[in-house]
């Protein structure tokens, strides 16, 4: 059993990037991904339990919230969570700290994946990928000094009401959304759409990719497709592609990765 675990979603990498880079820090660690129901939800021998996830529709990511209450944890583990973000931190660590108090939280703003509602060098303050991935390591690293030292946030995460009204209705947002996907000439039926839809809402027929209904907007498919054939209706078609430079399609697809 490892001494740390962290519990992580992910869509576009920059989540994943920062779990493994706090690991790196912390040492010991399962990362145990929540793109899809975890493989690993009996952490109580774990010393740290941790969640880290992006603000998806002000909210929790997925069925990320349902997951998270499935997941034992010692009572007297310390527990943390962090939120990635493009513009504000949304109501996820409020409904995690609900589930399970936190003993820690944090939040930081970074480069935004999710493309139909904004160009992704929209964030606080605004930095290029390269100066953006660089803040985010040194965020870190200071986190992980924060976890190892086992520090204490002085309040609560905040409830933020308007974004619980928000994420409440962002799954019927994305529902209509999920509707306008499409794929121009330039697929080349490599299915790597296919393997990083957490929701397994995409299938090949005839070399091309098809859509379901039960998309989640994580926008994985789009920002992994290396011949950026997908699109969400025209709004896309004109805004650059963005996944963390660190985490590749494969790594955004493991279930469970250690970090010694």
């Known amino acids: 059993m490892a001494e740390n675990i962290i519990y992580c979603y ?6 994943l990037d920062m779990a493994k880079n706090i690991a790196r820090e912390l040492g010991d660690t399962d990362i145990v991904m929540m793109r899809s129901a975890p493989v690993k939800t009996d ?13 998806y529709g002000g909210g929790l990511p997925g069925k990320v919230e349902e997951y998270a209450k499935t997941i034992l944890i010692s009572p007297d583990a310390y527990t943390f969570g962090i939120v990635q973000y493009a513009g504000y931190m949304g109501c996820g660590l409020y409904k995690l700290d609900r589930i399970r108090e936190l003993d820690y939280w944090a939040g930081m703003s970074h480069q935004c994946t999710c493309i ?27 986190f992980a000094a924060d976890i190892k030292a086992m520090k204490h946030s002085a309040k609560r995460p905040p409830r933020r009401a308007a974004c619980i009204l928000e994420s409440a ?39 091309r990719p098809v859509f379901g209904g039960d998309c989640i907007g994580c926008l994985s498919c789009i ?21 963390n430079p660190n985490v590749s399609a494969q790594d955004l697809c ?3 990765i250690h970090i010694d």
Not at 10 to 15: E, F, K, Q, R, V
Request: glycine share 12%; charged share 25%; proline share 6%.
């Open 169 to 207: 209705g962002f799954s019927k947002v994305v529902g209509k959304k999920a509707a306008q996907y499409t794929v121009n000439d330039r697929c080349i039926g490599c299915g790597t759409c296919v393997s990083v839809c957490p929701r397994h809402n995409i299938r090949l027929e005839g070399g």
């Open 254 to 256: 493991a279930e469970l």
């Open 223 to 243: 920002q992994y497709c290396p011949a950026e054939a997908l699109n969400v209706g025209k709004v896309t078609e004109k805004r650059e592609r963005y996944h």
């Open 116 to 142: 139909w509602l904004m160009p992704h060098g929209l964030m606080n303050p605004p930095l290029s990928v390269a100066a953006a991935q660089k803040r985010s390591e040194a965020k870190a690293r200071a």
């Open 43 to 55: 952490g109580r021998e774990a010393k740290r339990v941790g969640f880290i996830f992006p603000c």
């Open 10 to 15: 992910s869509g576009g990498g920059n989540c």
